[in-house]
């Protein structure tokens, strides 16, 4: 059945290293986001991507990469030039049309912490 | 820039009562769209009701409703006849209209039910 998924559902990262985040989905949505969600706040866009082989910055994209050369799936990057990257990561996916029907449907998650 | 404001960091009610989240926004667009989104403790997101900001009439999800207060800025989650499978944080978002599928989130409000 149709959905998205995100991979691993924990992930641990040393200092200095880069990790990658796996999202992928099956229901054939052309635009992918990245969020990532901290203790008390709400959600924040890191990247996002309307088409294949395109991608957007979001809001608090320094220190993140990504890349999307396939349809269902936009893996994330976390560099080590990101300082503080303990936080719960959330992938979404939403169909490019027809108008008004872009809602964003969301993964389950990974929680990355540093060790 | 757009932004969301959910007053109430934590709120409680009965099973079986009614409760009223609350969501304060500032745009300077006329067509946007408006979300609650749910996320129980499996950090899940799933969207619960969606309002177009073109529609004057309040969007209804069984249980769930909204007051959409265009002239005030105002977008309240009404949830009616409380379950104990209602306790979640939920979240209030905004998404411009048109040029993108940024949403722009609130910082959330915990929801607990009382049996």
């Known amino acids: 059945d149709g959905g998205i998924t995100q991979s691993p559902k924990y992930l641990f990262r040393k200092e200095g290293q880069n990790v990658t985040l796996s999202c992928e989905q099956n229901?054939?949505?052309?635009?992918m986001y990245w969020y990532r969600q901290d203790p008390g706040q709400g959600l924040r866009l890191i990247y996002y991507s309307q088409i294949v082989n395109d991608f957007q910055k979001g809001d608090i994209a320094e220190g993140y990469s990504v890349s999307r050369e396939k349809k269902e799936s936009f893996p994330l990057t976390v560099t080590s030039a990101q300082k503080n990257p303990t936080a719960f990561y959330l992938c979404a996916s939403s169909p490019r049309r027809p108008a008004g029907q872009e809602t964003q449907y969301f993964g389950p998650g990974t929680r990355l912490l540093v060790l | 820039a757009q932004t969301v404001t959910q007053s109430q960091p934590e709120m409680s009610v009965q099973e079986a009562e009614t409760v009223t989240l609350s969501c304060t926004y500032d745009?300077?667009?006329?067509?946007?769209?408006l979300f609650w989104y749910k996320q129980p403790p499996s950090r899940q997101m799933i969207l619960v009701i969606r309002?177009?900001?073109?529609?004057?009439q309040n969007a209804t999800e069984n249980r769930f409703s909204v007051n959409f207060q265009k002239a005030a800025k105002s977008f309240s989650l009404k949830i009616s006849d409380s379950q104990l499978g209602d306790a979640a944080m939920y979240f209030c978002a905004y998404r411009r209209y048109t040029g993108g599928n940024k949403l722009v989130f609130g910082a959330g409000t915990i929801l607990r039910v009382k049996s």
């Open positions: 229901l054939n949505h052309d635009a």
């Open positions: 309002q177009e900001a073109y529609k004057q």
């Open positions: 745009t300077s667009e006329s067509d946007y769209y």
